[in-house]
């Protein structure tokens, strides 16, 4: 009778203990969780700080590439001519000293002024390029280059006028160019800056 009631209470607390060790962790496990867990996450972090410059010169060079797309299509679509005007350099503002590069889509002229030149336009809200992306240079058909102050970029109402390229540059040197063929209505992007047009895609 001893030696049942013995063994039973062994049987009790083995099983007890198990049902103790299934029922949580140690506090040794939980430390190296967390451990484990802010390791992967410093590696994380720092990947993201690695491609963010990246992804802001590309979603500025898609974002502008966007603004193309309409300007050319309201041409085409209004019988107007449209334009995008560039400002490279924009002029120091007391409240913002170095101000960001930015674009406007020029619209085509009102009704009531069929003939209202491009430059008399009022045009649409600047878009201003991601903090650290700047316009290294815009590139027109023929390759002739402006690489400071504004550029105006003019798309006719038959689609053959409007070609150029954009190259950005963002934090650390990352380029990437945007080159929008207007005969073809093709946009493409590249990570380099030594895109030209050749003479069949004037």
């Not at 140690?26 to 410093?42: D, H, K, Q």
């Not at 300007?71 to 400002?87: D, F, H, K, N, P």
């Not at 619209?107 to 390029?129: N, V």
């Not at 005969?183 to 047009?197: A, C, H, K, R, S």
Request: glycine residues 8%; neutral net charge; charged residues 20%.
């Amino acid at each position: 009778m001893d030696r049942l009631h013995v063994h039973t209470s062994a049987s009790t607390y083995i099983a007890a203990a198990r049902l103790r060790r299934l029922g949580g962790f140690t506090f040794l496990e939980l430390v190296l969780v967390v451990v484990i867990l802010g390791i992967l996450f410093s590696v994380s972090v720092m990947s993201v700080r690695n491609l963010t410059p990246k992804y802001r010169v590309r979603t500025a060079a898609r974002e502008l590439g966007t603004t193309i797309e309409q300007a050319r299509l309201l041409a085409v679509s209004r019988g107007e001519w449209t334009g995008i005007r560039y400002v490279l350099d924009p002029p120091p503002s007391s409240g913002n000293p170095e101000p960001p590069p930015y674009y406007q889509l020029i619209p085509p002229p009102r009704a009531e002024f069929p003939d209202q030149p491009l430059h008399e336009r009022k045009p649409h809200s600047k878009q201003e390029l991601p903090s650290g992306v700047s316009f290294r240079a815009i590139r027109f058909a023929g390759n002739h280059t402006v690489d400071s102050d504004t550029a105006t970029v003019v798309f006719s109402p038959m689609g053959n006028a409007g070609s150029h390229i954009v190259v950005f540059e963002g934090p650390g040197g990352r380029v990437m160019s945007l080159k929008a063929n207007c005969i073809t209505g093709l946009i493409d992007f590249y990570e380099t800056d030594d895109v030209v047009f050749r003479n069949f895609e004037e």
